[in-house]
């Protein structure tokens, strides 16, 4: 894990943050090991270690903000190429998370608002992932930019470039339908 990813894990009291199973005590152990997760079923393993923790059946739990900035921190630094894919999609679920009624409860309905601001913080790290080796990042870094991107004249342009571009057909195919709904 690079040395930005491990201040930034362990500057946050994660045990005493909300999250599905009740405290997000195993996070920074999670990130750690999906971080050198050489194969794709054991950044698997440690990916759902992740979602459904800071994120369960789609509702966002108060961990899932600080896991946006860990998770930008990780991508700045050099992974596995399973544990990248795993850490872009990650985002991406985030990105179109809902708020969990619990946060709700305890005050804090605008959880899903700002994670999506914490995300488009990192936007231009979601645009340079659509030129990752990978076309699974490639296509989930499409996904994150749709739920994300709301600025048609700048994410136009970059659609119909990859739509024209890319050499794998489904993420040719992924960004011509995102690019029809701007």
């Not at 201040?7 to 994660?14: D, G, L, N, Q």
């Not at 996070?27 to 759902?48: I, K, M, S």
């Not at 005050?107 to 913080?121: E, S, T």
């Not at 490639?138 to 930019?145: C, F, K, N, Q």
């Amino acid at each position: 894990m690079n040395t930005v990813a491990e201040a930034v894990i362990a500057s946050v009291r994660w045990e005493q943050l909300r999250a599905g199973p009740g405290s997000a005590a195993g996070v920074p152990a999670a990130f750690g090991a999906l971080a050198t997760a050489e194969t794709d079923d054991a950044a698997t393993d440690y990916y759902w270690q992740l979602d459904n923790v800071v994120i369960v059946q789609g509702n966002l739990y108060e961990s899932a903000l600080p896991a946006v900035w860990a998770v930008f921190a990780l991508l700045a630094g050099p992974l596995p190429g399973a544990a990248r894919y795993r850490l872009v999609e990650l985002l991406a679920e985030i990105a179109g998370g809902d708020t969990a009624q619990a946060e709700t409860d305890a005050g804090n309905a605008d959880l899903a608002d700002r994670c999506r601001a914490a995300l488009r913080d990192g936007l231009w790290t979601c645009y340079a992932l659509l030129n990752d080796g990978d076309p699974r990042v490639r296509g989930a870094a499409i996904t994150l930019l749709g739920w994300l991107e709301d600025r048609t004249e700048v994410i136009v342009p970059v659609l119909e470039r990859v739509a024209t571009a890319d050499p794998e057909p489904d993420i040719r195919t992924a960004a011509a339908d995102l690019r029809t709904e701007y």
